[in-house]
């Protein structure tokens, strides 16, 4: 009993919801790491841990293999440019310019680390929920019973 009276006693904090723009930056921060690994080796393939039944009842992890499809393309000048994507969607990040345009390979990598550094500075989160706002408008409406 002397061991407890030793510790101090609180009453545990409530669990607080998450932020929802916080959840949007670290995913698109997660999602250019992966395309600036893919940029710096071709050849890179993104590990993903997932439960899996063996044997009918014990579920065992397994290691999956998802491929990472470029965000880059070559346009008809024959430079590169990057489009940013959540999901299916294009993020604009002016009004209408849904593309940065990057030039040659050699530069892509310093771009992805320039919006790396921009998603975690905040600077993306408009743009980022632009994007959510226009997915929600899109949402076909349920109808009452």
């Excluded at 904090?13 to 998450?18: G, S």
């Excluded at 080796?41 to 999956?64: C, F, H, L, M």
């Excluded at 002016?94 to 771009?111: D, N, Q, Y």
């Amino acid at each position: 009993m002397s061991h407890l009276k030793s510790l101090t006693l609180t009453v545990s904090p409530q669990q607080t919801a998450r932020n929802p723009k916080l959840v949007r930056r670290q995913k698109m921060i997660d999602r250019l790491s992966d395309q600036l690994k893919l940029a710096k080796d071709p050849n890179y393939v993104k590990t993903v841990q997932r439960w899996k039944a063996v044997n009918g009842s014990a579920k065992v992890p397994v290691e999956i293999h998802k491929r990472v499809r470029p965000w880059w393309r070559m346009d008809a000048n024959s430079s590169l440019v990057l489009v940013l994507r959540s999901g299916p969607r294009v993020i604009e990040l002016e009004k209408g310019k849904g593309g940065i345009v990057v030039g040659s390979h050699e530069r892509l990598a310093p771009v992805l680390e320039t919006l790396i550094a921009a998603a975690k500075a905040g600077e993306l989160d408009g743009a980022l929920e632009a994007t959510l706002d226009g997915a929600a408008r899109a949402a076909p409406k349920r109808k009452a019973a």
